[in-house]
């Protein structure tokens, strides 16, 4: 592969050169094969044109610049030829030695150009790295002219540079030139001609700069990991202001909008039970509270103003919209007048503009209830009724405390904490950390993280092999494995796998819910990564798989046989997505689901999850003991896999895996899973052992329980010895792992073995 790189003459300038092994040592422009920044502090060091010696390659080097045929300026070139670099060093600069940019003005008014090549160059320099940003308190970065231009006055991003000369890369054509800092314009060479760029044309370009802030978005040092955990854990800014959105009376009816409503029910009206919304209309200029409510679908709206009654076509108004506590800062509630009106310090304070807030009254000795509005200051209130104004004032306010209710925001009143969610580091192919979050209705696939240029993604992870894959869509392709994304990713985990062990030790479980519910509960909180949230979403060809929904341009994708697949509007709404449920699981609502336990090998055996035994007993060994056996999962190739699993003298778990002629056991099987039986009395369904030819082809009450294919099969040789295993019914082949190979069964004989079934399938 040929990588472009940064080269410097001294006649010349900034250049490109071509190399086909190019190490991480040296500094690739925006648009070649390399990262856009590379961690290290750098230097200029000379090269021989023939060398490959500072590359770690035999190849040549193949510079790329121009050189003008005549009025080129000798005795600047014998100046140059005389500077020692150090003697004229910029006191933050990288060079080994320094040019003279007054010599690239010869290049401008030349007419004639060709290519260079060989001994007409001499030496040139390249720029490599030495050490990392945290070594040397800065790393570089390739950044548009346009985005330094805009924050000029930065101390953080400071650009390479010599002199007036600074590096510029065209990554659409893949050269690199010099730009003239004071003069702003630049010189590229491409090809055998030399371009002259400047005004808008340079907005695009990219210049190098040194970035003494932070560290790079990617980098994965303790430092910068530290960074990125303490920004995610602070709240985002809170908006702490109402929001009204403007209508109109007959516009549609905002069902989607979670707007305000009176006393957060129906009301008690004359003509029965209504639901009626804060609404704000304004009367020469001062603002009046009223209500809103949907009439065959449009707004329709009621006012009182100066003793008159404004209804039906009022025109413009606006509506109270519910924003989540999380992020306005507040919540809303009705709480009497009484406590409304308190002077001096309080949790609770009006919605009010002006001197008027919202108000309910009861209108009569029957209870019958309207909204409308209550002024503060004048100690009044008042509401349509019957066409007319409805007013009530003074003392009468206080006597009817009990019945008046106003709409106020509470500043931390009411708020619950924002939890956090936990990611683990995980490189692709080792075994899954602890306690990963499986996706609903799964048996293999977990939620995964990764970043792209600094954007958060979420996609899928599953178990291989007892180690980790996965899966994230980008752009229009999916990305997976190592040399895809980098080697390492993050697994979201928790610290129960059970959602009321977790709930209990955390204040919160998770729980996958519809997209649209992020703004109908305030005690959901989305599972999110700026503006990405994980998504279970249904590909073409209707396959269940995670993916992400950018919620800044609301469009879902997953990725999926090399593409990746979109989906937009509407229809993400319905989407299940994973949320943190604050309130307490419910309890002794029967489960129809399997549990599945996620655990290593060698991990502290699982006794006290009641984990699936074989046969419901103990079983014979080949020595005549007798031991549990227990149900375990595995994946081989993405092939499912049943096996047994138990514990050692240390209680610690141990497992075997037999198929396709080999047993799998040890530290290689990795990661698997374990199916355990929860409380009795809210398991809506029961376990039984049952010969395969009672149950083969799903006759009868109870089924065998399968992953794919697969079942967990009890196998039984000639001498009596048991070993629980896996049987592969579209096979009709029954494994188990022994002495370093798998124990097969196939055809008829199986039809005897005992394997696990289930009733109340779905």
């Not at 809170?238 to 129906?266: C, H, Q, Y």
């Not at 109908?520 to 909180?525: A, E, I, P």
């Not at 336990?597 to 060994?621: E, T």
């Not at 003298?649 to 080999?662: C, M, R, V």
Request: include cysteine; charged fraction near 25%; charge should be positive.
């Amino acid at each position: 592969m040929t990588y472009l790189l940064i080269a410097r003459t001294c006649q010349y300038g900034f250049h490109s050169f071509l190399n086909t092994a190019a190490t991480p040592r040296m500094m690739a422009i925006p648009g070649s094969s390399r990262p856009r920044y590379l961690d290290s502090s750098s230097d200029w060091n000379s090269v021989p044109e023939k060398s490959g010696e500072r590359t770690g390659s035999t190849e040549r080097l193949r510079c790329v610049m121009p050189q003008k045929r005549k009025s080129i300026n000798r005795k600047g070139m014998e100046r140059q030829r005389s500077c020692s670099g150090r003697s004229c060093k910029h006191p933050f600069s990288d060079y080994s030695s320094v040019h003279n940019y007054a010599h690239l003005k010869t290049l401008i008014a030349a007419e004639e150009c060709h290519e260079l090549k060989g001994p007409d160059i001499g030496d040139i320099q390249v720029l490599t790295y030495e050490g990392n940003h945290l070594s040397k308190g800065f790393f570089y970065e390739w950044i548009k002219y346009s985005e330094y231009l805009s924050e000029e006055k930065s101390d953080s991003r400071v650009p390479l540079r010599c002199g007036d000369a600074v590096p510029l890369a065209c990554s659409e054509k893949g050269s690199l030139g010099t730009l003239d800092f004071q003069k702003r314009t630049a010189i590229v060479s491409n090809g055998k001609e030399i371009q002259t760029l400047k005004g808008d044309e340079l907005k695009e370009m990219f210049i190098l700069v040194r970035n003494t802030k932070d560290g790079p978005s990617q980098c994965r040092c303790v430092e910068c990991e530290r960074r990125r955990e303490t920004e995610k854990a602070t709240p985002p800014p809170l908006l702490m202001v109402n929001e009204w959105t403007d209508f109109r009376t007959g516009d549609t009816f905002p069902v989607s909008k979670r707007l305000i409503k009176a006393l957060n029910r129906p009301l008690n009206t004359k003509d029965g039970p209504q639901e009626q919304y804060v609404a704000l209309w304004y009367h020469f200029g001062n603002a009046v509270m009223g209500r809103a409510w949907s009439e065959k679908g449009k707004i329709a709206a009621a006012f009182a103003s100066k003793k008159k009654v404004f209804s039906g076509n009022v025109g413009s108004l606006q509506l109270l919209v519910q924003i989540p506590p999380a992020a306005a800062g507040f919540d809303y509630s009705w709480v009497s007048y009484r406590k409304a009106a308190v002077i001096g310090e309080k949790e609770w304070h009006p919605v009010h503009i002006a001197f008027v807030a919202p108000c309910v009254l009861i209108i009569d000795k029957e209870g019958h209830e309207c909204l409308g509005e209550a002024n503060l200051r004048e100690e009044y209130a008042q509401t349509v009724l019957d066409n007319k104004v409805f007013r009530l004032e003074g003392g009468a306010i206080s006597e009817f405390k009990s019945c008046v209710w106003t709409a106020l925001d509470s500043v931390g009143f009411g708020m619950t904490k924002e939890f956090e969610d936990t990611w683990a580091y995980n490189t692709i192919g080792s075994p899954f950390p602890d306690n990963p979050v499986r996706v609903k209705g799964q048996q293999n696939m977990y939620v995964a993280l990764w970043y792209k240029f600094g954007k958060p993604i979420h996609g899928r992870a599953w178990n291989n092999n007892g180690n980790v894959e996965c899966s994230f869509p980008y752009s229009k392709v999916e990305l997976t494995g190592a040399r895809d994304l980098g080697g390492q990713i993050q697994i979201l985990t928790a610290v129960e796998q059970d959602p009321l062990d977790q709930f209990k030790k955390s204040g919160f479980w998770y729980e996958w819910r519809p997209y649209k519910d992020r703004v109908n509960d305030t005690l959901l909180q989305l599972v999110r990564c700026g503006q990405s949230t994980p998504v279970l979403m249904k590909t073409k060809d209707g396959k269940d798989l995670l993916g992400y929904i950018d919620m800044g341009t609301e469009e879902a994708a997953v990725g999926y046989n090399g593409k990746s697949e979109k989906l937009a509007g509407g229809d993400i709404q319905e989407l299940l997505v994973l949320f943190r449920n604050i309130k307490a699981p419910p309890r002794g609502i029967k489960i129809y689901d399997d549990t599945w336990l996620d655990l290593k090998y060698r991990d502290p055996f699982p006794a006290a999850k009641n984990p699936v035994a074989a046969a419901g007993r103990k079983v014979r060994n080949d020595d005549g003991t007798e031991m549990f056996q227990y149900v375990a999962l595995w994946y081989k190739h993405g092939q499912p896999v049943f096996g047994r699993a138990f514990p050692d003298p240390a209680d610690k778990t141990l497992a075997s895996f037999g198929w396709n002629g080999q047993e799998n056991a040890g530290t290689e099987i990795g990661s698997f899973q374990m199916i355990v039986v929860p409380d009795p009395d809210i398991l809506g369904f029961e376990y039984k052992w049952l010969p395969y030819k009672d149950v083969r082809g799903g006759a009868g009450e109870f089924k065998p329980l399968h992953v794919g294919e697969c079942v967990p099969c009890l196998l039984k040789d000639s001498k009596g010895t048991e070993r629980l295993g896996n049987l592969h019914v579209g096979m009709e082949k029954a494994t188990a792992g022994f002495g370093g190979k798998d124990s097969a069964v196939s055809g008829p004989a199986v039809n005897e073995f005992l394997v696990l079934c289930r009733n109340h399938n779905k």
